[in-house]
């Protein structure tokens, strides 16, 4: 594949200044990277899951005014889009690169993940390394490692996600900007496949509560 890894500028787009100007550099340097990810891990996920998996590059399309403050390529089931259903995630902010695990606040499947998700969670705790990290906004840069959240913070999150509205839940790992831009396209795709295939559990669940 063509992926050559991420490169230094392709983290200052999120510096520039600009709906227009942002979004003109995201599209010219970002976003056929991304696309090249999502070519290649659709084929790698489908074969994970035993679903079809389709990739969606982030558009930003209904922005108008406020420039993103990351961007990325999400996997799901549908062909349709990703929101509302479990999905995966590679994506980047100006700190950093993301690979994630992700349920966010449009699915409408989120309380019974929760709940299919509580059953597991001594498994799931144990499964998770303890450098991944774990999220509640997928807007934001901020996360807390897996370390912190074995007692009992994790039950927590996962309530939360039945209870609130806009509660999410993410899991995966941050690549600091010094060290993505350290890694080739190989070691970085080896990288990716590393941590989806730690992820998968919390995938699987997505089958007990969610069928096309």
């Known amino acids: 594949m063509s992926f050559s890894g991420f490169k230094k500028n392709d983290f200052s787009v999120f510096a520039i200044e ?10 010219e340097r970002v976003r056929p990277k991304l696309e090249d990810l999502g070519g290649h891990f659709a084929s790698e996920l489908s074969a994970l899951t035993g679903e079809e998996m389709f990739y969606h590059v982030a558009k930003h399309a209904r922005r108008t005014v406020n420039p993103p403050k990351d961007t990325w390529v999400a996997f799901s ?6 929101k509302k259903l479990p999905h ?3 994506g980047l902010f100006e700190t950093h690169v993301f690979i994630w695990f992700a349920v966010i606040y449009e ?4 309380k019974e993940y929760a709940a299919a998700l509580q059953k597991e969670l001594k498994t799931i705790n ?5 450098y991944f990290v774990w999220s509640q906004d997928h807007m934001k840069p901020e996360a807390v490692q897996h370390s912190e959240m074995k007692n009992g913070n994790l039950s927590g999150l996962v309530r939360s996600l039945a209870e609130v509205k806009k509660a999410e839940l993410l899991c995966g790992i941050h690549i600091p900007k010094d060290e993505a831009i350290q890694m080739d396209g190989k070691a970085f795709i080896q990288k990716a496949d590393s941590v989806f295939r730690t992820l998968m559990p919390l995938y699987e669940l997505k089958k007990q509560v969610y069928s096309e």
């Open 18 to 27: 600009g709906l227009e100007p942002r979004m003109e550099k995201l599209i």
């Open 88 to 90: 995966f995630q590679i």
């Open 107 to 110: 699915s409408p499947v989120k």
């Open 77 to 82: 089931s549908s062909k349709r889009g990703y």
């Open 126 to 130: 144990a499964s998770i390394p303890d």
